[in-house]
């Protein structure tokens, strides 16, 4: 079975007093809640704050991502961290790589999508590859055209073996930080179309065990019909996932 996931991607937020003032606040929710344990949670602060969130996950059950790496390996490359440093840090599990704010903001191509991919599996880090279409490109009915390519030019190089190490993200770029959610019949078409893209290349065993993400406005009062979707796996959670109570309660939606 393919395992649920509920992920925070902190973005540029918080100074460290706030981050530990957050992490704590996660620790006591989880002392007070009951989780569904089947659910892996994910928190993917800024890298000042790994070490920080680290120490936390020591005697938690919950892990810990980063934002970003750098496509390349190492060496002469200033302010660029690297999938080897990430491993380092030997808690650091997981990555967010071609997020729709570094694909827009700062260039990031299928190709380099592809790069930190590898950078990463050599690494034994798991890619979190988010992937989605922008306002225009729905509005043109493009969605699906443009999935397809993001997920086909950043990961179907992989073969099968490492293809199994990723998990997918869908972000909706109109629905993030916008208060604008796809609705989970929206959600459900493209997360379906994605896993049967997996299955063309890959196989039903792969695609039926890939973990595929919502993310966009996901917050506790959406994440129950979201999750509630058969080909929903979870979500990767912005605004929402920098308040404990508002993060604990998108994971309790499973
Ligand atoms: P919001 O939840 O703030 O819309 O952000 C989603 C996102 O971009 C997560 O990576």
Redesign the pocket.
Known sequence: MRKKIVAG?W?MNKTFEQADELMSDIMDQLEQTELNRDVQLIVCPPFPYLELCTDYANDSYFAVGAQNVSDQERGAYTGEVSAEMLKSFELVDYC?VG???RRSYYGETDAIVAAKVNRLLAAEITPIV?CGEVLAEREAGKQFDVVRRQITDGLFHLDADLFKGIVI?Y?PVW????GKTATPDQAQEIHAFIRQLICEKYGNEIAQDTTILY?????PSNAKELFANPDVDGG??????LKADEFIAIAKAF
């Open positions: 991607n973005k967010i997020h729709s704010e988010c993200a972000e629905a993030i930080g916008t993310g966009g406005s996901c917050k990767l959670i912005g605004g929402a996932s």
